[in-house]
C-alpha cells in the first residue's frame, strides 16, 4: 500500500455506508486536507456505480466543518445511472457533524478523452531541478505540516515570493508535483492533486488559512506516470473572497484536470 | 409581475417543500432551460435561510433528467448556517422524476464585494447597436423556442458566425443581454443569465443539444441597472465533452458573475 492508498482505503458497513480513518499525516494545520477527504469519499462512490463508471468526471462539493484525524463515516446515494455516466451524492460525517457534501459524476474518462479538439496548453516555467522544493521552504504553521510530507513539491521560483514575504501580487502559482512515495498519478489522485498547492491567495499577500467555500473539479483524461505540473490562477479578489482556478497537466503535457474553487481569505490590508 | 419573476414564483407546501409552475415560454427545444430552474430552486432556498443570507454567492448542481413543463416541486435542506453564509441542498422534482439536485451558499453577496482587490476585465467588443440581434437569427429549431423571446441578445459579429454555417473555431462567444421586458438584473437573476447565451460548442461547429452535465456559477457583486456582458469561452474539448466557462459583466463593467459547467457536445467531425 502506498500512503494515499492506505490514506483512502474504505471497509462497507451493513447499512450501505463506509467507514474511514483520517490521519494527521494528511493534515495541515489542525484540519486533514480537503483534496484528501474528496478522494477518500470518491472511493465510496466507486463501489456504488457500474464498474465501467469508475472515474470521477465531475466532483462538486460544499465544506461545512473541518475534517479532524480520526473516524469518517463516507455514505454514497446513486442518484442516476445512464449508459456512459452515473451521479451520485456523498455526504462524510464525523461523529454527527457533516464535514462535506458533494455531488459526483462518474463515467470512464478514457472514452471521453479522444480526439482533442482544444486544449489548454502548459505553461513555460522552469524544468523540476530548477523549482523550489516545498522541504526548502522557511519553516512555520504552514510548512509543519504532515500533508506537505506526502507530496514531492517544486515551485517556480518566480511565484514563491510569499514565503519570503515578498508576494508578486499576480495572483499565480505554478509548479510540480507528485507523490513522495512514487505513486503514480490516477484520476482519483487527481481530485486530491487539484487541491494540493498552497493557495493562490498567498500570491496575493493574504495570511493564514484560507478556507474553501465550495470546489468543482473536472477529470478530463488519465494521467501519464510521472511529474504533474499544476497552474493555479484568480481573476476576481474582492472583498474577503477569491476564486481559484486549478488546471493539471500530465508529464506528456496533456491537460489532465480543471477546478475551481471560491475559497475565503484575509489580506494583511 | 416580469416575466422573469412570474415564472420563478413559487407557493410553499405544508411539508416545507415547495411549488411551481414551468412554461414553455422558458423552453428551448422540449425542455425548460437550466439557467431559469436555477433561479426557481434558489427562491426556494432564500426562504428557507435567515433574511440576510438572501443572496446565491455559488451554486452547483448536476441535471438529472430535462425539465417539461408543467408543475414542479422544489425541495430546500439547510445544511450550516453561520454568521456570514448559510449552505444548502435543493432538489427539483416533477412527479417522481428528479430533475436535478443543487448545492447552494447564501449569504449578503454586497458584504463581500469590496475593496475590489483583482478584477477579470471587460472585454473590448462591438456596442450593443453594432451587435446581431437574436431576433434577426435564421430560422431553426434553436431560434423557434419561447426562450429566445425572454431576453434580448445582441451577440458581437465576430462570434455569430456559427449561426450561418460558419463557426470561428475560437471557442468563444460575447455578447449583451437585459430581459425582454425591461426587468432589471439582480444576484439571483444572474444565475439564469450565466445559463441564457446560445452553448459556446457551437462556436467550434457542434451540431444540436448540449445537456449540462455539472454547473457551477458564482455571483461576486450586486449588478448596476442596464444591458450585462458575457463572454463564453472553452479552453479544452475531448471527445465529446467541453467545459465551458462564462463571465458576466455589469453596465459599470464590473464582473458580477462567473460560471462553469462541463457539457457535452456533438460535432459533425
Known sequence: MTDFDDAIALTSAADGTYRGSLSDEWSIGEAVNGGLLMALSTVAVVDAVPEHHAHPLTWSGVFLSPAVPGEVTVAPTVLRTGRTMSTAEVIVRQGDSERFRALVTMGDVSSHAEPVRKHSPMPTFPDVEHCVSASEAPPSALTKSGLLQRFDMRLDPATVGWA??????????????????????????????????????????????????????????????????????????TGNLLEEDAEVWDSTGRLVAQSRQLASARFAA
Not at 192 to 209: E, H, I, K, Q
Open 164 to 237: 519570503l514575504g515578498d508576494p508578486s501580487g499576480m495572483g499565480e502559482i505554478r509548479g510540480w508535483i507528485r507523490f513522495a512515495d512514487g505513486r503514480e498519478p490516477d484520476p482519483l489522485s487527481l481530485l486530491t492533486f487539484l487541491d494540493a498547492f498552497p493557495p493562490v491567495a498567498f500570491d496575493l499577500g493574504s495570511v493564514g488559512w484560507v478556507p474553501t467555500i465550495e470546489f468543482t473539479g473536472y477529470v478530463r483524461a488519465v494521467p501519464a506516470a510521472g511529474w504533474l505540473a499544476i497552474r493555479l490562477r484568480t481573476s476576481t479578489v
